[in-house]
């Protein structure tokens, strides 16, 4: 059974604070991985992918892969309330069958 | 916004029944995946259809069954409804053949089933 795992949550930040999210999956032989952020009532939104071993920064968040350890983070930083959502963590298996985490919920507070 | 397209956005059916929900694929995307998503867990893979053709399923019964069309928008049908049946149901479409693997997501269709 490939997994992801992720922490459920909430997990909450003050405003303007580094939110760190967390995922970790179970089939070595995944190739591409991404985190989605999913608001209340409304369907998940591609924010970041990542390939190889590493960080990758695009505004406010890095994502950070490590295949040796089948761990990928999300890092947001300067947390804004509009940030509060749901972020799943999905791996691309081969073909393009996703896994998805069961999603970190985020709450930023004012 | 993704250019998937959605219906019904929203609907209530009743054990027993069927239901058949609908998907229009981003211009380009040759490729949809369906995925089921329940209060407070993750979309959960139904199937994915390529060239009007099953290629990849999930642990779904068959009672969950499906079409792609040859302008390649897709149908999610589900005989014989079950309570548990009840969630959002989540339609991607992607570029088979793309490196990057990106899953657009349409609005969603939530399935209330009594």
């Known amino acids: 059974q490939k997994e992801v795992e992720q922490n459920s949550g909430p997990l909450s930040v003050p405003e303007g604070a580094i939110a760190s999210l967390n995922c970790t999956y179970s089939?070595?032989?995944?190739?591409?991985f991404f985190w989605y952020r999913q608001y209340s009532g409304k369907s998940p939104e591609l924010i970041m992918s990542?390939?190889?071993?590493g960080d990758k920064e695009d505004g406010r968040f890095t994502a950070q892969l490590n295949k040796a350890s089948q761990y990928v983070s999300l890092l947001i930083r300067d947390s804004q309330p509009s940030d509060s959502a749901t972020y799943l963590c999905?791996?691309?298996?081969?073909?393009?069958?996703?896994?998805f985490g069961p999603g970190t919920r985020l709450s930023v507070l004012p | 916004e993704t250019g998937v397209t959605q219906s019904p956005t929203h609907l209530i059916k009743t054990r027993g029944q069927q239901v058949t929900l609908r998907c229009s694929s981003q211009?380009?995307?040759?490729?949809v995946s369906w995925y089921q998503q329940a209060l407070g867990q993750g979309p959960q893979f139904i199937f994915q259809?390529?060239?009007?053709?099953?290629?990849g399923r999930g642990n779904f019964p068959p009672r969950f069954s499906g079409l792609q069309f040859p302008n390649y928008s897709s149908e999610l049908n589900v005989n014989a409804l079950e309570l548990d049946d009840s969630a959002l149901y989540l339609c991607?479409?992607?570029?088979?053949?793309?490196?990057?693997?990106?899953?657009?997501f349409g609005e969603g269709s939530r399935l209330t089933v009594l």
């Open positions: 991607a479409s992607s570029l088979s053949g793309d490196h990057t693997g990106e899953l657009f």
């Open positions: 089939d070595r032989g995944s190739q591409s």
């Open positions: 990542i390939y190889s071993n």
């Open positions: 999905a791996v691309r298996l081969y073909g393009q069958n996703f896994v």
């Open positions: 211009s380009g995307h040759n490729t």
């Open positions: 259809y390529y060239r009007e053709e099953e290629n």
